[in-house]
């Protein structure tokens, strides 16, 4: 057992539905690096209309925004990330890293002699 490795997702549910994950947390991210869905969405190879279903179906389920957008104008527009938008991708982050560790550590007292 010694090389395997134990492989974890986390997501946040609400009814057995998919709220907010791995998925979700990345293209926020690529959105906020970019400053436009459209250009996230191209990158991580999806449609726009995908990217803009995930991320209303989040937004509606947790009940509050997660993008921003601003349309033409000099700068042209683009998408931001609000303030709850930010927290929620770092706190996901943060959780996912401290529950992989403590999951690989879990994993070695279990299956490490096996």
């Known amino acids: ?3 395997l490795k134990l492989e974890s997702r986390f997501w946040i549910a609400h009814d057995g539905k998919k709220v907010f994950g791995r998925g979700p947390c990345i293209l926020l991210k690529t959105v906020d690096r970019l400053g436009s ?4 969405a191209k ?9 803009w279903i ?3 179906r989040a937004e509606k389920m947790l009940g509050y925004p997660l993008l921003r957008t601003e349309t033409g104008g000099a700068n042209g527009g683009g998408s931001y990330l609000t303030s709850k938008g930010e927290v ?3 706190v996901y982050e943060e959780f996912s890293r401290e529950s992989e560790k403590c ?3 879990l994993y070695k007292k279990y299956f490490d002699d096996i």
């Open 103 to 105: 999951m690989e550590e």
């Open 88 to 90: 929620l991708t770092r």
């Open 1 to 3: 057992m010694k090389d």
């Open 37 to 40: 869905l459209n250009k996230a």
């Open 43 to 51: 990158e991580l190879n999806m449609s726009y209309s995908k990217a």
């Open 54 to 56: 995930i991320i209303k």
